[in-house]
């Protein structure tokens, strides 16, 4: 059996080439490079010939097998997303749902659909780490509307066993990011439709919202004469009640890491 290299244009050849849109992209050529990147699988498309699959050779065949390795959690997740009724759940979500029975999911100004089996499709790039808090959210048991108050990391529930863990990952890295790169956080403001607030002491003070109903803010002071930078991520009180303190943890420290990478490839253009 051929072994070709996986290519976006070796891929191509497979699929039928109609551009349909139903694997949540605008052609077949974006969903094969897609599959390249890892952000598809070719269950995507549901219009592939598993024999023209496996006539592509092994190394293509174990790309799409990694769905069988995918978290036991997220597969329960998956299976819960099942038993909801999307259209009597997106109001109380903060989402939107469809005809076609699919529930839509904002996250930082970008759509995110889930199915009825639990899977997510996006134009945009589907981070893995956004994957299992957004399924979190949606089958999360209990939901509360936004408060306006805004508390500290440990004061959510289940956050003072956390609180280690979110600081060395998730304040303090942003707070490095930050002091080396004074314009980052308003670049994220246009980047992810945040907005800018006031907030004691704080030079800037920004609200993003990674899911609908769990709006953070983030508030920065740079460093004085005397005094170090401080940092520090505050969350609506409704948090606690919408998302467990594990996804809240993994939402924020992706998103970290996210920004560290907008900051990289910022230096390097
Ligand atoms: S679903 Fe398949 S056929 Fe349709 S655009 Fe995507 S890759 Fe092409």
Not at 29 to 43: N, S
Not at 67 to 74: G, M
Not at 107 to 127: A, M, N, P, R, Y
Not at 226 to 247: M, P
Request: one cysteine or more; charged letters at 20%; a negative charge.
């Amino acid at each position: 059996m051929t072994n070709p290299k996986l290519t976006p244009l070796n891929l191509y050849k497979i699929t039928p080439r109609t551009n349909c849109g139903q694997c949540f992209l605008p052609s077949c050529l974006a969903f094969c490079a897609a599959v390249v990147a890892g952000q598809k699988t070719f269950a995507d498309c549901p219009h592939l010939r598993q024999e023209d699959i496996a006539s592509l050779g092994p190394i293509i065949q174990n790309r799409d097998n990694r769905d069988s390795a995918r978290p036991e959690f997220l597969e329960k997740l998956e299976k819960k997303v099942a038993n909801i009724d999307f259209q009597r759940a997106a109001p109380i979500l903060g989402c939107t749902s469809d005809q076609n029975n699919q529930l839509h999911v904002n996250s930082l100004g970008k759509k995110f659909t889930v199915d009825k089996q639990g899977k997510i499709h996006s134009e945009c790039h589907i981070i893995s780490w956004v994957q299992a808090p957004i399924l979190s959210y949606v089958t999360h048991p209990t939901h509360i509307d936004i408060t306006g108050n805004w508390i500290s990391f440990r004061e959510l529930k289940g956050g003072i066993d956390w609180q280690g863990l979110f600081t060395s990952r998730c304040e303090k890295p942003l707070r490095s990011l930050a002091d080396a790169n004074p314009d980052l956080l308003t670049d994220l403001i246009d980047l992810f439709m945040g907005k800018e607030t006031i907030w004691y002491k704080a030079d800037i003070a920004l609200i993003l919202h990674p899911l609908p109903h769990i709006p953070i803010l983030i508030c920065y002071q740079a460093a004085d004469e005397d005094l170090g930078s401080e940092l520090t991520i505050f969350f609506d009180e409704c948090c606690g009640a919408n998302l467990h303190i594990k996804s809240i943890y993994t939402l924020c420290a992706g998103l970290v890491k996210m920004f560290e990478q907008i900051a990289a490839s910022h230096h390097n253009s």
